[in-house]
C-alpha cells in the first residue's frame, strides 16, 4: 500500500517567506511526527501528534513553527519568516498506534528539503 | 537527556569483509534502541531493534548496557549493503520520541 508522502519534495523560499509542508500519512495510522534534519546530521524530533491533539512540541526550534492535524490525518508543518538556519531536510513519520504501553514502527515519508536564500 | 554517538561518518570496506558499525549511547534507564538505513534515493526505513533479537539481511546488533554500545555487525558485507546507517534510541519514560544519531556512511567495493 502507499506509505507516507510529502510534498512538496523541494521547497526553495527566500529568507523572511512563510512555508507550509504537508505530511499524508499511512490511512489509520494515529500518531504522527515531525523531525527536522539538518545536512551531515540525524535527524531531530519536532513535533508528535496523536490523532488531532498535538502531544509534544518540545522540539520545536522558535515560535516560528506551528504544526496541525485538524482532522487526524493530514498535517501541516508552517514556518513563518523563514530564516537561512531553517534549510533543512524535513521528515514526516506515522505509527499505528499511541503510546499507551505499545511500541510501533515509525514509517518515514520522503522528506521535504527546504533551502532558503 | 538522551544521547546517541555514532563516531565513524564514514566506513568503505570490501565486499566479502566483515563490517562492524558502532554505536553508543547515554540514557539514564532502559532504553530501547534501533537501526535505520536509506538507501540512495530511498527514504529512511527501519533495519532492526533491539527486543527483536533478529537477524535481518545479515545484519546483527547486541544492546551492552554495561558499555551502552549497540554496534551493528555483519560477518560478509554485500554491494547492496551501501548506504546511510543511523542508530536510535527510544526513552521508557516519554517511549516516542526517536533520538538520531548523526549517521555512517558505509560504502562497499567490489
Known amino acids: 500500500g502507499a506509505g507516507v508522502s510529502q510534498s512538496p519534495r523541494y521547497k526553495v523560499a527566500k529568507r523572511g517567506q512563510d512555508v507550509a509542508l504537508r505530511c499524508d500519512p499511512i490511512?489509520?495510522?494515529?500518531?504522527l511526527f515531525w523531525y527536522q534534519q539538518a545536512l551531515g546530521q540525524g535527524p531531530e524530533f519536532l513535533t508528535y501528534?496523536?490523532?488531532?491533539?498535538?502531544?509534544?512540541k518540545s522540539g520545536l526550534p522558535s515560535d516560528r513553527f506551528f504544526a496541525e492535524r485538524p482532522e487526524g490525518s493530514v498535517s501541516t508543518l508552517k514556518i513563518q519568516r523563514t530564516q537561512q538556519e531553517d534549510s533543512a531536510v524535513y521528515l514526516c513519520?506515522?505509527?499505528?498506534?499511541?503510546?499507551?504501553?505499545?511500541?510501533?514502527?515509525?514509517?518515514f515519508g520522503p522528506g521535504t528539503r527546504l533551502t532558503v536564500l | 537527556a538522551q544521547r546517541v554517538t555514532q563516531p565513524e561518518k564514514l566506513l568503505s570496506v570490501f565486499k566479502g569483509a566483515p563490517v562492524e558499525l558502532k554505536c553508543n549511547y547515554s540514557?539514564?534507564?532502559?532504553?530501547?534502541l534501533f537501526w535505520y538505513v536509506q538507501y540512495s534515493r530511498q527514504r529512511l526505513q527501519l533495519l532492526l531493534r533491539?527486543?527483536s533479537r533478529e537477524s535481518i539481511k545479515g545484519f546483527t546488533a547486541d544492546l551492552n548496557k554495561g558499555e551502552t554500545s549497540f554496534h551493528l555487525k555483519k560477518p560478509f558485507a554485500q554491494e547492496e549493503d551501501s548506504a546511510m546507517y543511523y542508530c536510535?534510541?527510544?526513552?521508557?519514560?516519554?517511549?516516542?520520541?526517536?533520538?538520531f544519531g548523526a549517521g555512517t556512511t558505509v560504502t562497499v567495493r567490489a
Open positions: 513519520a506515522s505509527s499505528l498506534g499511541s503510546w499507551s504501553g505499545g511500541s510501533y514502527t515509525q514509517y
Open positions: 490511512s489509520g495510522h494515529v500518531s
Open positions: 501528534f496523536q490523532n488531532e491533539a498535538q502531544l509534544d
Open positions: 540514557y539514564s534507564g532502559s532504553p530501547e
Open positions: 533491539h527486543i
Open positions: 536510535a534510541l527510544r526513552g521508557r519514560s516519554n517511549d516516542y520520541k526517536l533520538s
